[in-house]
Antibody, heavy 117, light 112 residues
Framework: EVQLVESGGGLVQPGGSLRLSCTVSGFNLRSHWMNWVRQAPGKGLEWVGNIEHDTNEKQYADSVRGRFTISRDNAKNSVFLQMDSLRAEDTAVYYC??????????WGQGTLVTVSS | DIVMTQTPLSSPVTLGQPASISCRSSQSLVHSNGNTYLSWLHQRPGQPPRLLIYKISDRFSGVPDRFSGSGAGTDFTLKISRVEAEDVGVYYCMQMTEFPWTFGPGTKVEIK
């Protein structure tokens, strides 16, 4: 069974940093692109970025480029989202999800990040 | 960026009756490789989204056949042939043809 479990969310002050982790099981992480999607309270879905499986090339949304960094450690079955210079508008539930050609197919339960003083 | 719009934004439906959601993109979603990367996701309250349809009309594993997708270019439709109680929630279209990947605003489906 495919499982993705996000962790690392919490309350952080504006300008602060947080590192989210996504630990996966039930599939070979080495074979998958992985991405992060967020959802502000009561709002829709926003793609944050992804990381390719072979080249480790990354793409980011304009709203987070330069502040957020995605990385992966296949040996630890984990994907990470380093978030720096956090702003109030980054408050959201952050989901990690697997990517197959043409689809974001498996999602974690999400972890809540609250940016507030 | 490709902007995704959906209509309606809210849809009260009757159990057992059909429902339809439209999604339009600001530019063609046909990729240079000939594929069209338009998918549909469903999110129940308090749950993560789950994939229903990908590449316009391919049903994801385990998705009931009452869900179907159609369309081409910039106009796409999700149809539910007979709405069941478990179908309530918000439906999103999503394009993966061009970065940044973008979602529609969501259509809330509720039972009348």
């Amino acid at each position: 069974e495919v499982q993705l479990v996000e962790s690392g969310g919490g309350l952080v002050q504006p300008g602060g940093s947080l590192r989210l982790s996504c630990t996966v099981s039930g599939f070979n992480l080495r074979s998958h692109w992985m991405n992060w999607v967020r959802q502000a309270p009561g709002k829709g879905l926003e793609w944050v970025g992804n990381i390719e499986h072979d080249t480790n090339e990354k793409q980011y949304a304009d709203s987070v480029r330069g502040r957020f960094t995605i990385s992966r450690d296949n040996a630890k079955n984990s994907v990470f989202l380093q978030m720096d210079s956090l702003r109030a508008e980054d408050t959201a539930v952050y989901y990690c999800a697997t990517v197959v050609p043409g689809a974001v197919d498996s999602w974690g339960q999400g972890t809540l990040v609250t940016v507030s003083s | 960026d490709i902007v995704m719009t959906q209509t309606p934004l809210s849809s009260p439906v009757t159990l057992g009756q059909p429902a339809s959601i439209s999604c339009r993109s600001s530019q063609s979603l046909v990729h240079s490789n000939g594929n069209t990367y338009l998918s549909w996701l469903h999110q129940r309250p308090g749950q993560p989204p789950r994939l229903l349809i990908y590449k316009i009309s391919d049903r994801f594993s385990g998705v009931p056949d009452r869900f179907s997708g159609s369309g081409a270019g910039t106009d796409f439709t999700l149809k539910i042939s007979r709405v069941e109680a478990e179908d309530v929630g918000v439906y999103y279209c999503m394009q993966m043809t061009e970065f940044p990947w973008t979602f529609g605003p969501g259509t809330k489906v509720e039972i009348k």
